[in-house]
């Protein structure tokens, strides 16, 4: 179930730089789509969300963009910072249900 | 700031045996949900729960697991038969309207089966 695929599983920036990761999906019945941040022994925590009625959100540092045609979002955080190091997770939920299907994550590690 | 409660943080069991791993999710929340991260691998949904019953299950949801809102604080997952492959981490959630503003997760529980 490749549902929501995450490729470039790390990315490694420098502080202040921007950190730009890409999510896929397959299924054109997802009507919503929310980005994760995960650090060791802890559990996701919801970062930024979007609605496929929108092709961009910006809550700070963070901005998701996207591209319905391509079946394709992305995250920018800017700029990145030490403690956004963590797993980042894309999510996407389909039209009248709850459950999300994740992907794999993408490891960000921002160097001081 | 309101958090969901996973316990314990850690679970080893034999195969074979029942487990019963516990959440508190946040008081005011609605929808509860299960998911589950085999190491390696991408999380994956097991099941939500509204309004005292299953809302939704995945494939993964069989006859060996079940849930239950035993006291209308706590949310558990019972696996009946533990077997080599449900060692995982399995993470509980809480929503206060579903989906829509993201979930709130538990920091997990490790289950390993031996």
């Known amino acids: 179930d490749q549902q929501v695929k995450q490729n470039s599983p790390s990315l490694s920036v420098q502080e202040g730089r921007i950190s730009i990761l890409n999510c896929d999906y397959t299924?054109?019945?997802?009507?919503?789509f929310l980005w994760y941040k995960k650090y060791p022994a802890e559990g996701p925590t919801f970062l930024i969300s979007?609605?496929?009625?929108?092709d961009k959100n910006e809550d700070g540092r963070f901005t998701v963009f996207l591209n319905k045609s391509a079946k394709h979002l992305s995250l920018h955080i800017v700029p990145s910072q030490p403690g956004d190091s963590a797993v980042y997770f894309c999510?996407?939920?389909?039209?009248?249900?709850?459950?999300?299907?994740f992907g794999k994550g993408n490891q960000v590690v921002v160097i001081p | 700031e309101p958090e969901v409660t996973q316990t314990p943080s850690h679970q080893v069991t034999q195969m074979g045996q029942e487990v019963i791993l516990r959440c508190v999710p946040i008081?005011?929340?609605?929808?509860f949900y299960w998911y589950r991260q085999i190491l390696g691998q991408k999380v994956e949904f097991l099941v939500s729960?509204?309004?005292?019953?299953?809302?939704?299950k995945s494939e993964i949801f069989d006859d060996q697991f079940s849930v239950e809102r035993p006291d209308g604080s706590n949310f558990t997952l019972k696996i009946r038969s533990t077997k080599l492959e449900d060692s995982a981490m399995y993470f509980c959630?809480?929503?206060?309207?579903?989906?829509?503003?993201?979930?709130?997760f538990g920091s997990g529980t490790r289950l390993t089966v031996v």
């Open positions: 959630a809480s929503s206060a309207a579903g989906a829509d503003y993201g979930y709130t």
């Open positions: 299924n054109s019945m997802f009507d919503y």
């Open positions: 979007i609605s496929s009625i929108k």
């Open positions: 999510a996407a939920r389909g039209y009248g249900n709850n459950r999300l299907a």
């Open positions: 008081s005011n929340h609605l929808y």
């Open positions: 729960f509204y309004n005292n019953e299953i809302s939704e």
